[in-house]
């Protein structure tokens, strides 16, 4: 017994219990009402001047989205001190107020206290949500100059800020120095590289990554199967979907939507319905994926279909599920479900509709030939100024349509916004070549040339054995060129002889004859289309992904192809998918 005494009296004392004033701030939680009682206790219970109250009660407010009070809060404390700083940056930078953690960060200086390495990860975080470059960089010269250069929390952030900002170079420098490279710093170079539009990049760095021993986690499948979308890479974002379900991660609403944009992009519809399907929770974001994956293929009715599902037990649709319908509609000519939806909007959601909604219905009703009608909608429903993404859409209905004095009119408004955007000067052109007016069309060359505007330059991605390769038009950089050349002009002898003969009007009337016919059979998607046949098996599907529209040549040369191939052709140009099949596409001609 007096043994067991003496342990006792060898034991440290229990420590206190907190007091009533933190007991307060703890039940209160990041509720304001409830921290405006709580600093009422506070301030009666004497505590008002205990730092670690006060942190605790900031903390708390900017958790709250109360950064108003927050602010009132911290202009009480007496000699704030280097946690409350510190504390307060993190806060404002985590829950989304990114201004106040840099207004904050310069308080910390003005008081003479010093930075540490936390100080810097928040603050070059609020930076990159900022997208401030330059003021992020001055932060990086102070992370220098107080020698945390090479703390490896400090330049992941680094590695973050610059990709977000766009500047890859710096980011890649960064990233190249760290002697420790984490998870985290993998990711954020992966996923700046996909952001910024380079994709085969991303991809290179997701293999060097497992290369170094680096276990990827949830976010870095997120970026790497963002980067299979971007190029079409369907073999190694289903290798990706693989190693998720046999690694056991858990396909959450983040990584799941991925998974089901991924197949999209790649024209599997199918399989991002099995994703669908198979996640435990889908938010708003996931169904909205999962219509805008039918849209985007063509399969308009399936995506009506989902809406009406998801309006009967699913989330309440937002401004994006709202697009993703109508585009739906536009792109397989369901008007009147459109005209429905566009309606229903703002009657039963509350819902106002935005810019893209209004070209969603410009881009329906002009595409089903409805150009009377979509001009007035542009000129009586539109609340603001047409911007150009109406009118563009509204100029394609009219080439489409072929009415080239109303074609006039809406070009003239899209040079009037964008004078120096080529592709209005092609339309144009094209529309007055369509009508016969090569005086116009000379007039519209000369223009272009007086502006220095060159036509955008087209570009085929094609994905064999995990590989992506490119082409453009009249490339002849692969190495087997000559063979590819060879099995074109062999394929399009099958495809004239079953009926197909060349479309002069894809092109932009610059060429006669035998150069235009030659112009023609070259374009970069009937390269990677006959690359394609030569170096797959029978029977599998042809997947191409093209930077611009799809001309009207190489959509009727693909038909013929589907059937002399007797191959499915996937066709994912700027505008949709092009699903060609036993001689027709899902499109049904109407894009």
Same mark, same amino acid.
């Given at each position: ?26 039940? @209160? ?62 806060? !404002? ?8 953690? $840099? ?8 008081? %003479? ?72 710093? +993998? ?52 290798? $990706?979907? =693989?190693?998720?379900? %046999? ?18 992009? !790649? ?19 996931? +169904? ?19 809406? %009406? ?13 709202? $697009?993703?319908?109508?585009? @739906? !509609? ?60 109406? +009118? ?70 094609? =994905? ?33 002889? @079953? ?15 035998? =150069? ?48 002399? @191939? ?24 109407? +894009?």
């Amino acid at each position: 017994m007096e043994a067991i005494e003496e342990v006792h009296l060898l034991l440290p004392p229990p420590p206190p219990p907190p007091s009533t004033a933190h007991q307060a701030l703890l039940r @209160a939680g990041p509720r304001l009402h409830l921290l405006r009682q709580a600093h009422a206790h506070v301030v009666v219970s004497g505590s008002h001047r205990s730092l670690s109250l006060l942190t605790k009660l900031i903390n708390l407010a900017c958790a709250a989205g109360a950064i108003g009070y927050a602010r009132q809060v911290f202009a009480t404390v007496p000699g704030p001190d280097s946690f409350l700083f510190n504390s307060l940056i993190k806060s !404002c930078s985590k829950f989304g107020f990114p201004r106040d953690a $840099v207004a904050f960060y310069r308080c910390l200086l003005l008081a %003479d206290i010093p930075p540490s390495n936390y100080t810097f990860t928040s603050v070059i975080k609020a930076c990159a949500d900022l997208a401030a470059l330059r003021l992020g960089r001055g932060v990086h010269a102070h992370a220098l100059a107080w020698g945390f250069g090479s703390d490896p929390y400090v330049q992941s952030a680094l590695v973050t800020f610059y990709a977000k900002s766009g500047d890859l170079n710096v980011a890649r420098e960064v990233f190249d120095k760290m002697r420790d490279r984490t998870v985290v710093a +993998w990711n954020s170079i992966i996923s700046g590289y996909e952001q910024n539009g380079s994709a085969k990049e991303a991809i290179e760095l997701f293999d060097l990554m497992r290369g170094s021993g680096i276990e990827p986690d949830s976010a870095t499948f997120v970026g790497v199967l963002a980067a299979c979308a971007q190029l079409g890479a369907l073999s190694l974002g289903s290798w $990706v979907h =693989e190693y998720v379900m %046999d690694g056991g991660f858990d396909l959450n609403v983040v990584l799941g939507t991925s998974l089901i944009n991924m197949y999209a992009r !790649c024209g599997n519809v199918s399989k991002s319905r099995e994703v669908f399907d198979s996640m435990r929770e889908r938010n708003v974001i996931a +169904w909205t994926a999962m219509i805008s994956a039918y849209a985007m293929n063509g399969y308009g009715n399936q995506a009506v279909e989902l809406f %009406d599902q998801m309006q009967l037990r699913g989330p309440l649709p937002n401004k994006v599920t709202f $697009v993703a319908v109508l585009s @739906a !509609c536009a792109h397989a000519g369901l008007v009147d479900v459109g005209r429905h939806v566009f309606a229903s909007m703002k009657r039963e959601y509350d819902v106002e509709p935005g810019l893209e909604h209004y070209v969603c219905m410009v881009d329906m009703l002009g595409r089903a030939g409805f150009l009377d009608e979509a001009y007035r909608f542009v000129e009586e429903k539109i609340p603001m100024e047409a911007p150009p993404a109406v +009118w563009t859409a509204m100029l394609g209905a009219c080439k489409m349509h072929k009415n080239f004095d109303l074609g006039v009119r809406v070009a003239e408004h899209l040079l009037d916004s964008e004078p120096d955007n080529p592709g209005h000067y092609v339309m144009l052109s094209n529309i007055y070549a369509l009508a016969g007016r090569s005086d116009r069309v000379q007039r519209v060359r000369n223009m272009m040339i007086q502006r220095g505007l060159k036509k955008q330059v087209g570009y085929s991605n094609i =994905e064999v054995d995990g590989k992506t390769y490119m082409f453009s038009m009249g490339d002849k950089s692969h190495p087997e060129t000559k063979i590819i050349y060879q099995y074109l002009d062999e394929l399009m002898l099958r495809c004239t002889q @079953a009926g197909y003969m060349p479309l002069a009007d894809s092109l932009m009337h610059e060429l006669e004859g035998e =150069e235009r016919e030659y112009a023609l059979r070259f374009h970069s998607e009937k390269l990677a289309v006959a690359f394609g046949l030569l170096k797959t098996s029978n029977g599998m599907t042809i997947m191409i992904v093209k930077n611009l529209r799809m001309c009207e040549d190489c959509h009727l040369a693909f038909k013929y192809v589907s059937v002399v @191939a007797d191959r499915e052709i996937i066709v994912r140009d700027k505008l949709r998918f092009h699903h060609f099949k036993d001689g027709s596409c899902s499109c049904l001609d109407f +894009w």
